[in-house]
């Protein structure tokens, strides 16, 4: 009895055992944005998902900052592999840039606290972080990449993502309201594809 572990005792006690602190708490990180929400994303709700001590992320982020910008940069890289792969399909021109849109909408209906978070007030300081900035640069020159336009491809970043914020801050209801937002891809085709329909294909 005696050499028995204090009920309730803290998980602070214990040694460290997953062998990789930083995607732990990383990882912790993505279920709390899936399962909750960005204003729930906190250093210690992190520390506590991952089981670790509330000191144990400033091993790796110095601040709440620094674990949001992380987030961020992933959240633009898995975007831009989206768009990537949507803008390889074969098609005319109109084609393109409604495959591109549905994906860009489809990334919004599947991670939208992440889009919240990309996008939003959380980051007040980007011009501290150029590989920040770099990761959303990313993103409009691979529509323009893909469209053999830059202006074309800016253009169409502005259209699906105004359409899309409009959406996720409940001002625009294009079906989203009653079905869920796995109506927004094919309802953003549609829009895209009425918006650029008399550009040459």
């Known amino acids: 009895m005696d050499n028995q572990e204090p009920i309730g005792a803290s998980l602070r006690s214990r040694p460290y ?23 729930e994303l906190s250093l ?22 620094a674990l949001l910008v992380e987030m961020a940069r992933e959240g633009f890289t898995e975007l831009r592999k989206d768009i990537l792969e ?11 840039i409604a495959k591109i849109g549905a994906a860009y909408m489809r990334f919004i209906a599947r991670r939208p606290e992440m889009a919240s978070l990309m996008f939003g007030p959380q980051l007040p300081n980007r011009d501290s972080f150029p590989d920040l900035g770099e990761a959303a640069d990313a993103i ?48 953003a085709e549609i829009v895209l594809r009425s918006l650029f329909s008399t550009k040459r294909d």
């Not at 279920?31 to 929400?37: A, D, H, M, R």
């Not at 520390?47 to 601040?63: D, E, L, T």
């Not at 949507?86 to 393109?96: L, V």
């Open 140 to 187: 409009g020159n691979e529509i323009g990449n893909a469209l053999h336009d830059s202006a074309l491809g800016l253009a169409v970043w502005a259209a699906v993502h105004g359409l899309a914020m409009l959406i996720l801050r409940n001002v625009v209801d294009l079906g989203q309201r009653k079905s869920g937002l796995d109506v927004l891809p094919s309802r």
């Open 86 to 96: 949507a803008a390889a399909i074969p098609g005319a021109e109109s084609d393109r």
């Open 44 to 65: 210690r709700a992190v520390a506590r998902r991952a089981g670790v001590s509330h000191a144990a992320p400033y091993r790796h982020f110095p601040n709440h900052e």
């Open 17 to 39: 055992h997953h062998g990789d602190l930083r995607n732990a708490l990383l990882d912790a990180a993505r279920q709390i944005l899936e399962e909750k929400s960005l204003a």
